[in-house]
C-alpha cells in the first residue's frame, strides 16, 4: 500500500489515506486558503499548452502537469510514481502503466523530460535510462517529447546552472505560487515543465521576428 494525500480542485478538502497501487497524485486546490487566489504565475505570451513534465527513477519517477496559456502558468497536478522496489523488470511495468494513467488522465499535448546524464556508477546510469525508456514508451506517437539536460532546467528555473536541488524547489514552489509541501522528485518534474515552457515562449517570440 502507498499512502498519499490528494487535495480537492472545488472543495478545498485533503484526505489522507491509502491506496492500492503505486501512483502518489497530489492535485493543487482551486481555493488554498481563505482570501488565497489559485496557484497561478505570470509568464510572458506563448501558445496554449499542457505539459507533463518527467524526472524518471528506477524506484520513484516524478511528475508535474502545468498549463500554459494567456501568459500564465498554472500547476495542474504533481507527485511521483513510486515503485516501492522489487524486480527491476516490475519496476519498469509499473512506472510504463502509471505514466500512460497519468497521460489519459490529464491529456498534456507536449512532454517534457530531463536528458540523462553520465554517471560514475554503470549500474546506476543503466537503470536510470532504463527507468527513463520505459516512461517514454507510453507516450503516444501524436505527443512530442522535449528533452533538457539538468544544468539547462536549473539555468531556467533558478537562473544559474549549478544551483542545488533545494534551491530548484524553492523556485518551483515560488514560480508556481505553491503553498503546499512540494516533493523533491515533483520539484524536479515540475522543474522540467517550468523550463519547457521557457523554450516555448522563446521560440514564439523568435518565430514572431522572424
Known sequence: MIRAVFSGRAEGYSIDGAIPDEIILA???ARCAKGVK????????????RILGLDPGSLRTGFGVI???????????????????????????????KVAELIALHKPQEIAVERVFLSKNADSALKLGQARGAALAAV???LEVHEYAPRAIKLAVVGVGGAEKTQVAHMVKHLLAIQMKLGADAADALAVAICHAHSRRIERLAEMIA
Open 27 to 29: 492535485r493543487i486546490p
Open 38 to 49: 489559485p496557484a497561478i504565475a505570470r509568464m510572458l505570451p506563448g501558445g496554449a499548452a
Open 67 to 97: 498549463d500554459c496559456a494567456g501568459g500564465t502558468l498554472t500547476i495542474v497536478a504533481q507527485g511521483c510514481i513510486a515503485t516501492a522496489g522489487g524486480p527491476l523488470a516490475d519496476r519498469l511495468r509499473i512506472i510504463h502503466s
Open 140 to 142: 503516444p506517437v501524436a
